[in-house]
């Protein structure tokens, strides 16, 4: 009994030592800058053959590069979801594009309780109303690039210009107003580069005068993969629309049938060139689509590099990029024609890998690379951390912190588990699950049961679907046991395996109700 009365006034004396030395350092605030769909291969400092970003450039450079960072559903409102939770879909209600109950735990709540000033402004897609914030202003659903709505609590209001300008404005506001006696917690989530890809005047006149190198993959014929590939419905050149493609109607269309004429696929296009009109048709159109897809998205990258540019410079000038940790990221990666394929949601590299730019001066080593398998379910956890909060027994990621400070914990994860379930949603992409590790990738679609494995070091372009090489039987075994092993620790019982998300999809309102009951 002495011996455990003891024990717990020494646990007791170490726990306010730790805690009296975290209050002596100073809680650093956290600038937490999401995009949505901007892929890592879209950023200079990931050795893009695209685009220049010099303000994104400037954080790896100053601090961290993850290379290894990957969404566990690469979709815009379920990573928002397990951002949030800390939480895989299958314990936070929002596998597909279900409402959010903002009435469960996130860390957006527990920093505030702990004395954090928090913030959220820019793209939400939650379908419910933000809590845990002491202010808030978001996008409805997807929200506008020009003159957007913006829901508030007081009520709904417009604000004129260019949504990335707008969003760089609003953090700026909330950081200026805030209580200065209090860390900052704010989370500013940019709309850009989403589809509709539409950029600043600037950005669209200066990148309709480039020419963007095509990716390697731009014309996979998807030999050896499973019929899911085969049955996307995301590709530049089958699928993008006249809208897509900023292509002029003729003079005279209104209503329904200018909405249709918008919607179609071009089957040709009339194009300026060397001063003569001409029709392109095959290839040539289908390269033509490739480049404007490109010039657009990539016009709305630059203004999110401007955006973090600024916001820089503001914290520096006010002396507070010391104690203030930048992180940069994306709701998920996007395919910049790899496959040929725009949008997500697959497994595949470009989808999966999300950007992940960390600084924090004085405490993370400039110009660190970390090659560790990291998921959006850190997220949350990070930020507890960083609060100087215990991490709750229920979320399930982990912190970052230890990387941040150079350290490689002996148990850090070694595989990680994904799984997509918007089945067919707007592009057809079929539900599947899977596990990554290092050095490959085991997916299967079960609606399909179909299976694709890839060896990253010898194929990292994932053009060789491996699962019935005889020679590779001993890995696809060990690799059905991690995958296994995960869903069964990550407590996935299948629960939304069936489901039929039937809900308006990507671009509509939210239902009244929501589409799949949410978790306690
Ligand atoms: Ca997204």
Not at 320 to 328: C, F, H, K, P, S
Not at 428 to 440: C, L
Not at 488 to 495: A, K, M, V, W
Request: charge should be neutral.
């Amino acid at each position: 009994m002495v011996m455990v009365l003891r024990f717990r006034i020494l646990l007791l004396t170490l726990l306010l030592a730790t805690a009296s030395a975290a209050r002596a350092a100073g809680r650093p605030n956290i600038l937490f800058i999401m995009t949505d769909d901007h892929a890592a291969h879209a950023i200079g400092a990931y050795g893009s053959r695209v685009n220049r970003t010099p303000a994104m450039d400037r954080l790896a450079r100053e601090g961290m590069r993850f290379t290894h960072a990957f969404a566990v559903n690469s979709i815009c409102t379920p990573s928002r979801a397990t951002l949030l939770t800390g939480k895989y879909s299958h314990l936070n209600g929002v596998p597909v594009f279900n409402r959010f109950d903002g009435s469960q735990p996130t860390v957006a709540k527990y920093l505030q309780a702990a004395g954090y000033h928090t913030g959220m402004i820019g793209k939400w897609h939650l379908g419910s109303d933000p809590t845990g914030f002491d202010e808030w202003i978001v996008l409805p659903g997807q929200g506008d690039y020009y003159d957007p709505s913006f829901l508030t609590p007081a009520g709904r209001k417009v604000i004129p210009g260019y949504v990335t300008d707008i969003i760089t404005d609003l953090s700026l506001d909330f950081l200026k107003r805030r209580p200065t006696n209090q860390p900052f917690f704010l989370m500013c989530h940019h709309k850009a580069p989403h589809r509709g890809w539409e950029p600043s005047a600037k950005y669209r006149a200066e990148f309709a005068r480039r020419t963007i190198p095509e990716p390697a993959t731009l014309w996979d014929d998807y030999a050896t993969r499973t019929d899911a590939l085969h049955e996307n419905r995301q590709r530049v050149f089958d699928d993008l629309t006249r809208r897509d493609l900023k292509m002029t109607p003729p003079s005279g269309l209104e209503g329904t049938a200018l909405a249709q004429w918008l919607n179609a696929i071009p089957r040709e296009a009339e194009v300026e060139r060397d001063g003569h009109r001409e029709i392109l048709t095959g290839d040539a159109l289908n390269r033509w689509k490739y480049q404007r897809y490109m010039q657009d998205y990539l016009g709305c990258v630059q203004s999110v590099d401007d955006s973090i540019g600024v916001l820089m410079e503001w914290l520096a000038a006010q002396g507070l990029a010391e104690n203030t940790v930048v992180i940069y990221t994306s709701d998920q990666g996007f395919f910049l024609g790899d496959h040929g394929m725009y949008d997500k949601r697959f497994m595949y590299e470009p989808s999966l890998r999300m950007p992940l730019l960390v600084r924090w001066p004085g405490q993370i080593r400039p110009g660190s690379v970390e090659d560790a398998l990291v998921i959006n379910p850190d997220f949350a956890p990070t930020f507890m951390d960083l609060a100087g909060l215990k991490v709750p027994f229920d979320m399930q990621g982990r912190s970052l912190v230890p990387l941040f400070h150079g350290e490689h914990p002996a148990d850090w994860r070694t595989s990680l588990y994904y799984r997509y379930y918007h089945d067919p949603g707007h592009h057809n992409t079929r539900a599947h699950y899977g596990v990554r590790t290092q050095t490959h990738k085991l997916i299967y679609f079960w609606k399909k049961d179909q299976w694709e494995l890839f060896d990253l070091v010898k194929d990292p372009d994932e053009l060789h679907n491996l699962y019935s090489d005889p020679a590779q039987q001993e890995t696809v075994a060990t690799l059905k046991k991690e995958l296994a092993r995960l869903k069964r620790e990550l407590r996935d019982d299948d629960q939304f395996a069936n489901e039929q998300p039937g809900g308006p999809g990507v671009d509509g309102p939210f239902p009244d109700k929501p589409l799949l009951p949410s978790k306690p």
